[in-house]
Protein backbone atom coordinates (compact mmCIF):
# COMPACT_ATOMS: atom_id res chain seq x y z
CA UNK A 1 0.00 0.00 0.00
CA UNK A 2 1.70 3.17 -0.62
CA UNK A 3 0.94 6.36 1.51
CA UNK A 4 -1.63 9.00 -0.01
CA UNK A 5 -0.04 11.81 -1.93
CA UNK A 6 0.95 15.07 0.15
CA UNK A 7 -1.68 18.12 0.01
CA UNK A 8 -2.05 21.35 0.43
CA UNK A 9 -3.82 22.22 4.29
CA UNK A 10 -3.91 24.74 6.48
CA UNK A 11 -0.40 25.13 8.52
CA UNK A 12 -2.43 24.34 11.27
CA UNK A 13 -5.39 22.03 11.43
CA UNK A 14 -7.72 20.02 13.50
CA UNK A 15 -8.02 20.27 17.07
CA UNK A 16 -4.92 22.69 17.47
CA UNK A 17 -6.92 25.16 14.53
CA UNK A 18 -10.05 25.13 17.22
CA UNK A 19 -7.84 26.02 20.15
CA UNK A 20 -5.86 28.26 18.51
CA UNK A 21 -9.60 30.05 17.22
CA UNK A 22 -10.70 30.06 20.90
CA UNK A 23 -7.63 31.55 21.85
CA UNK A 24 -8.50 34.64 19.64
CA UNK A 25 -11.98 34.57 21.28
CA UNK A 26 -10.74 34.99 24.93
CA UNK A 27 -8.48 37.92 23.61
CA UNK A 28 -10.59 39.81 21.52
CA UNK A 29 -12.87 39.03 24.51
CA UNK A 30 -10.19 40.12 27.04
CA UNK A 31 -8.87 42.83 24.69
CA UNK A 32 -12.51 44.48 24.69
CA UNK A 33 -12.71 44.21 29.15
CA UNK A 34 -9.33 45.84 29.46
CA UNK A 35 -10.44 48.57 27.03
CA UNK A 36 -13.52 49.48 28.60
CA UNK A 37 -11.90 49.13 31.95
CA UNK A 38 -9.20 51.20 30.89
CA UNK A 39 -11.89 53.91 30.20
CA UNK A 40 -12.16 53.76 26.34
CA UNK A 41 -15.36 54.66 24.96
CA UNK A 42 -18.20 52.29 23.14
CA UNK A 43 -18.30 55.01 20.58
CA UNK A 44 -14.19 54.62 19.31
CA UNK A 45 -14.02 50.63 19.93
CA UNK A 46 -14.78 50.26 16.20
CA UNK A 47 -13.12 52.29 14.66
CA UNK A 48 -10.40 51.66 16.82
CA UNK A 49 -9.74 47.93 15.65
CA UNK A 50 -10.94 48.56 12.16
CA UNK A 51 -7.75 51.32 12.44
CA UNK A 52 -5.11 48.56 12.86
CA UNK A 53 -5.82 47.11 9.34
CA UNK A 54 -4.60 50.20 7.94
CA UNK A 55 -0.98 48.55 8.13
CA UNK A 56 -2.08 46.74 5.23
CA UNK A 57 -1.04 49.84 2.54
CA UNK A 58 2.39 48.39 2.84
CA UNK A 59 0.97 45.99 0.38
CA UNK A 60 0.57 48.53 -2.30
CA UNK A 61 4.62 49.14 -2.00
CA UNK A 62 4.46 45.01 -2.52
CA UNK A 63 3.98 41.75 -1.19
CA UNK A 64 7.15 41.31 1.21
CA UNK A 65 7.19 44.55 2.55
CA UNK A 66 3.28 44.41 2.90
CA UNK A 67 3.90 41.18 4.82
CA UNK A 68 6.15 42.90 7.49
CA UNK A 69 4.02 46.13 8.29
CA UNK A 70 1.10 43.97 8.37
CA UNK A 71 3.03 41.66 10.76
CA UNK A 72 4.53 44.59 12.88
CA UNK A 73 0.56 45.51 14.10
CA UNK A 74 -0.75 41.98 14.12
CA UNK A 75 1.08 39.87 16.75
CA UNK A 76 0.79 39.74 20.24
CA UNK A 77 4.46 40.76 20.70
CA UNK A 78 3.84 44.03 19.50
CA UNK A 79 0.24 44.08 21.35
CA UNK A 80 1.62 43.09 24.78
CA UNK A 81 4.12 45.58 24.59
CA UNK A 82 2.45 49.01 24.23
CA UNK A 83 -0.44 47.60 26.67
CA UNK A 84 2.84 46.97 29.09
CA UNK A 85 4.20 50.32 28.24
CA UNK A 86 0.76 51.75 28.90
CA UNK A 87 0.38 50.06 31.97
CA UNK A 88 3.72 50.80 33.30
CA UNK A 89 4.18 54.58 32.04
CA UNK A 90 0.10 54.93 32.98
CA UNK A 91 -0.14 56.60 30.06
CA UNK A 92 -4.15 55.97 29.47
CA UNK A 93 -4.09 56.37 25.29
CA UNK A 94 -0.99 54.04 25.00
CA UNK A 95 -2.57 51.20 27.34
CA UNK A 96 -6.01 52.05 25.57
CA UNK A 97 -4.11 51.08 22.36
CA UNK A 98 -2.60 47.84 23.06
CA UNK A 99 -5.81 46.68 24.87
CA UNK A 100 -7.43 47.49 20.87
CA UNK A 101 -4.11 45.40 19.30
CA UNK A 102 -4.51 42.87 21.86
CA UNK A 103 -8.95 42.82 20.70
CA UNK A 104 -7.88 43.10 16.74
CA UNK A 105 -4.90 40.32 17.26
CA UNK A 106 -7.82 38.18 18.74
CA UNK A 107 -10.32 39.05 16.70
CA UNK A 108 -8.15 38.13 13.60
CA UNK A 109 -7.50 34.61 15.43
CA UNK A 110 -10.91 33.98 15.52
CA UNK A 111 -11.48 34.83 12.25
CA UNK A 112 -8.71 32.46 10.86
CA UNK A 113 -6.41 34.89 9.75
CA UNK A 114 -2.39 34.70 10.78
CA UNK A 115 0.43 36.37 10.12
CA UNK A 116 1.45 36.86 6.53
CA UNK A 117 4.35 35.52 4.42
CA UNK A 118 5.40 37.01 1.49
CA UNK A 119 4.06 35.38 -1.57
CA UNK A 120 0.37 36.86 -0.73
CA UNK A 121 -1.48 37.91 1.48
CA UNK A 122 -3.94 34.96 1.79
CA UNK A 123 -0.65 33.11 2.94
CA UNK A 124 -0.37 33.01 6.47
CA UNK A 125 0.56 30.95 9.43
CA UNK A 126 -2.60 29.10 10.05
CA UNK A 127 -3.00 28.39 6.31
CA UNK A 128 -4.16 29.93 3.41
CA UNK A 129 -7.14 32.77 3.60
CA UNK A 130 -9.39 31.68 0.61
CA UNK A 131 -8.68 29.28 -1.88
CA UNK A 132 -4.87 29.11 -2.26
CA UNK A 133 -2.61 29.49 -5.39
CA UNK A 134 -2.12 26.51 -7.53
CA UNK A 135 1.47 26.50 -7.34
CA UNK A 136 3.01 22.96 -6.26
CA UNK A 137 3.31 24.22 -2.25
CA UNK A 138 2.97 21.01 0.10
CA UNK A 139 2.44 21.96 3.65
Do not use: C
Amino acid sequence: MSAPGPHLTGAVVEWPRIWLRLEGLAALVAGVAGYRAAGGDWLWLVPALLAVDLSMAGYLVGSHPGAILYNVFHNWFTALLVLGIGLLAAGPLVQLAGWVLVAHVGMDRLAGYGLKYAPGFGDTHLGWIGRPPDRGRVM
